[in-house]
């Protein structure tokens, strides 16, 4: 079972280049989500979309596009990177049936460095 | 102001005993979820429990139960038997259900987490 898939799982960035973080789930999940998490700040959550071509901005949205243009794919994108976007970002999906208790599925992360 | 508190930042426990990893809440709404994460040293992030606002039971899954006080707002994890492999980061959560923009309902609020170590 792949579940929620990341890529790449390590990435090393100068300041100003693009890039996009891939995430992929195969449980026919609705939501989808993209966290970022920091030493002392937990998970804060930087997008979000609730179905195919529905996106939101989370709390900390600036410096990252998504799109959501299928129920499986995710990507997010930094368009120009800065080192404050150093961190370990997480993808999570969640289904959307009733009783369910809607816990989150969570990929293996991408760590990003940004020099 | 903080939503969800975990007053532990690191915890000690012997392998075999039990142990109680505290989370507190704030929320008005009386319809809200409450979950614990486990985040080991690898990295992932994999559900333990889930409390829902109107159980009337605890929750319980294996090892791993959810002491849900709710006139205190307090959901503390509690692991009995600990294990040498429960060694990780345990990060506190809650969703609430109300909001009328679509999603509200469906975001969660993450605690700073607590380090348990488990000693041989």
């Known amino acids: 079972n792949a579940g929620v898939t990341q890529t790449p799982k390590f990435q090393v960035l100068k300041t100003g280049q693009s890039m996009t973080l891939q995430c992929a789930q195969d449980?026919?999940?609705?939501?989808m989500s993209w966290y970022r998490q920091d030493p002392g700040m937990g998970l804060r959550l930087i997008h979000y979309?609730?179905?195919?071509?529905?996106?939101d901005q989370g709390e900390v949205p600036n410096g990252y596009n998504v799109s959501r243009s299928t129920t499986e794919d995710f990507p997010l994108r930094l368009l120009s990177a800065a080192p404050s976007q150093t961190s370990v970002y997480f993808c999570?999906?969640?289904?959307?049936?009733?009783?369910?208790?809607?816990?989150?599925?969570f990929g293996e992360g991408s760590r990003l460095t940004v020099l | 102001a903080q939503k969800i508190t975990q007053t532990q930042p690191g915890m000690f426990v012997q392998e075999k005993e039990a142990v109680t990893l505290d989370c507190t809440y704030d929320?008005?709404?009386?319809?809200?979820?409450l979950f614990w994460y486990k985040q080991p040293s690898s990295g992932e992030m994999i559900f333990l429990i889930y409390?829902?606002?109107?159980d009337q039971q605890n929750a319980t899954e294996g090892r791993y139960s959810l002491n849900f006080q709710k006139a205190r707002k307090s959901a503390n994890l509690v692991i009995s038997a600990s294990q040498l492999g429960d060694s990780a980061m345990y990060f506190c959560?809650?969703?609430?259900?109300?909001?009328?923009?679509?999603?509200?309902?469906?975001?969660?609020?993450w605690g700073l987490g607590t380090s348990l170590a488990v000693n041989p």
């Open positions: 999570a999906s969640k289904g959307g049936l009733a009783g369910n208790t809607g816990e989150l599925f």
């Open positions: 449980m026919n999940h609705e939501y």
């Open positions: 979309s609730v179905g195919a071509g529905i996106t």
């Open positions: 929320t008005s709404d009386p319809s809200y979820g």
């Open positions: 409390q829902g606002s109107y």
């Open positions: 959560a809650m969703r609430e259900k109300g909001g009328s923009k679509a999603g509200n309902n469906r975001k969660l609020i």
